[in-house]
Structures are given as C-alpha cells and as structure tokens.
C-alpha cells in the first residue's frame, strides 16, 4: 500500500524557494487588498496592500541571494521566482493603479501593455539563462530594466493615496480621448512597461 504523495512537489523545494513563495503570496495580497478598497472604499486597506510590494522586493532579492549561498539554484526555482515576480511586480501593479482611479477605456490598455511587457521581459530573461546554463559565454547584461523596478510606481500611488490623489482626485485629471477616458498618470506604466522591453538599455549582470 503506497504512501499519500500529498504535497510531494515541496519536498523538492529548497530554502530559497520558499522566499520566493512568500514574493509570490505578497503580490496576491495586494491584487486582493486593490479589491477590497474597491468593494469598501477603506483607503487603509490599499495602503496596507501597497507597503506588500516593498515586502515582496526583499523576498525577491533574498531568494536570489540564499540560492547563490547554498549554491542551489535550479530551473524550477529560476520559473518560479518569474511567476512570482509577474504577480507581485506586474499584475499587482496594475491592480492597485486601477484600484487608485485608473479605470478608463485607455487606461486598461495601457494597463494591459504594461503587463504584457513584464511578462516578455521575464520570458527574454530565462530564455538567455537557459543559454548560459546551456554552456554559453557569460553575458555582461541583460537588456531592459528588471521588472521589480515597478515598485517606483506602487511608492508613486501610494504618496497619492495618502495624500487622497485618488479617484476623482487622482493627479493630472483625466481626458476624454474619442470613446474613451485616458488619465496621464497612467503613463508611467507606459513608460515602465517600454523601459523592460528595450534592447537599448543595458543592465549589468552581478
């Protein structure tokens, strides 16, 4: 009679694993914190949402860390810390902006691009460490800038909201472009979002 193989996947996981499981719950509870502001309008729980992002940036530079220290990294850990980043660091993002009064028919395809640019950022990532992995010369960089670099927009939000820049308030106002509503501020994420696709800006490799 053979044994339960409940949870039998985390027993391969090592420690640096588990940190960034924790990168990935942190994103969650932001996308989830975005809805309950939504749902309750209690500016609170979309601060406490925002100050998960910085959380899950250390987790996601410790997991980094502790895989070189025990000198175990692996390619299930490489894919799980760019699942874990396309939440925390691009999905959750967009949810808080969206939360914060981005909600125009242009904004969501801003919104969209942005997304859509971190995930190719993080798939161009592991497609040349697969390379490196594979026996190729080392590399001096990466092309385009890291995608937790989405924080900078979440602290952006967060001093709007604290400062109640949100919704009807939201800095810059809103314009009505054709059938839809564009607020500008949404263009940092346009912006954040052409930053990690360039090839022309170079990123070092440490």
Same mark, same amino acid.
């Given at each position: 009679m053979s044994r339960p193989r409940h949870f039998s996947m985390f027993r391969d996981f090592q420690l640096a694993d588990w940190f960034? &499981? !924790?990168?990935? %719950?942190?994103?969650?509870?932001? %996308? *989830? $914190?975005? =809805? @309950? *502001? #939504?749902q309750d309008g209690v500016v609170r729980d979309l601060l406490a949402g925002m100050a998960l992002i910085p959380l899950a940036f250390v987790l996601d530079a410790l997991d980094g860390r502790i895989a070189r220290w025990r000198k175990v990294a692996s390619t299930l850990g490489r894919e799980l810390d760019s699942l874990a980043d396309v939440i925390s660091f691009g999905l959750a993002p967009a949810a808080l902006g969206y939360a914060c009064g981005l909600q125009g028919g242009w904004d969501w395809v801003v919104l969209s691009f942005f997304v859509g640019c971190g995930v190719s950022r993080l798939a161009r990532y592991n497609v040349t460490a697969e390379t490196l992995a594979d026996g190729g010369d080392k590399v001096k960089y990466f092309e385009g800038t890291p995608i937790p670099t989405s924080l900078l927009i979440? %602290? &952006? #939000? $967060? %001093?709007a909201a604290w400062q109640g820049a949100i919704g009807e308030a /939201?800095? *810059?106002? @809103?314009?009505? &472009? !054709?059938?839809?509503? &564009?607020?500008? #501020?949404?263009?940092?994420?346009?912006?954040?979002?052409? #930053? =990690?696709?360039?090839?022309? /800006?170079r990123i070092p490799k440490f």
């Open positions: 960034t &499981l !924790g990168n990935a %719950v942190c994103g969650t509870g932001a %996308v *989830f $914190a975005a =809805m @309950r *502001f #939504l979440v %602290v &952006l #939000l $967060a %001093v /939201i800095w *810059f106002g @809103r314009w009505q &472009l !054709g059938p839809w509503q &564009l607020h500008p #501020l949404v263009l940092v994420y346009a912006l954040s979002g052409s #930053l =990690m696709v360039s090839k022309t /800006i």
